[in-house]
């Protein structure tokens, strides 16, 4: 039992505090707007994605085993939003910012992103698939999936919130700062590269 509980801490923890959408628009945000404006975004991917995890292993990923369509859609329609999004950061200035024409992402948006983002379903239906068993406590070990997700996203997402705030200390050129969005977006585009091969193998290279 104790190594079945290390093995979820450590998938939960190295897939969490490595770079992906989430982790990426955090650090964004975190130099574009600080910690404090930031801390809805954060707090909506710390309960959203565990939230996620404890739905989907409790059978809602059976719905898109009955409908693969309906998966195959929502990751195209996840993959133009997060294109968008990528757009979106690259094209920040400090300016549009200080204008209030650009804010940060809101709880509920943060909690929604995570239907739409290709690497929160890898995690999810990952962890539930390797970590639990067909012996009757699958509610239980998806519970304690989902509270090791919760553990380790504060502190882990918090890191990239935090090295964000930290350059934009550093980022006070504005030239500077108008390269590192463009990188971020860049960063974001490349986050979505598994998403569109997968896409593409199912839609072209499955006929």
Same mark, same amino acid.
């Given at each position: ?15 969490? %505090?490595?770079? $992906? ?6 650090? @964004? @945000?975190?130099?574009?707007?600080? =910690? ?7 707090? $909506? %991917?710390?309960? $959203? &994605? ?10 809602? $990923? ?13 990751? =195209? ?19 549009? %910012? ?51 997700? #919760?553990? =380790? @996203? &504060? ?40 998403? #569109? ?11």
């Amino acid at each position: 039992m104790l190594e079945i509980f290390f093995a979820v801490f450590f998938f939960a923890l190295s897939s969490t %505090i490595t770079p $992906g959408p989430n982790n990426v628009m955090m650090m @964004s @945000s975190g130099v574009n707007y600080g =910690v404090k404006a930031s801390l809805p975004h954060w707090l $909506g %991917i710390c309960l $959203g &994605f565990p939230a996620m995890v404890l739905i989907v292993g409790l059978g809602f $990923g059976v719905v898109f085993e009955r409908f693969p369509n309906l998966h195959q859609l929502i990751k =195209v329609l996840g993959t133009l939003y997060l294109l968008w999004l990528a757009w979106r950061i690259a094209s920040q200035t400090p300016k549009s %910012i200080e204008a209030g024409k650009r804010k940060p992402m809101s709880f509920w948006q943060a909690v929604l992103f995570q239907w739409v983002n290709g690497k929160a379903w890898v995690m999810a239906t990952s962890a539930v698939a390797a970590f639990t068993s067909v012996n009757g406590q699958t509610f239980w070990e998806v519970l304690a999936i989902t509270l090791t997700f #919760l553990l =380790v @996203s &504060f502190p882990c997402v918090g890191l990239w919130l935090v090295a964000g705030a930290s350059l934009r200390r550093l980022l006070t050129n504005e030239t500077v700062h108008r390269v590192f969005n463009i990188l971020m977006g860049l960063l974001l585009v490349l986050a979505v590269i598994p998403v #569109l091969e997968d896409l593409w193998h199912y839609y072209f290279l499955s006929v």
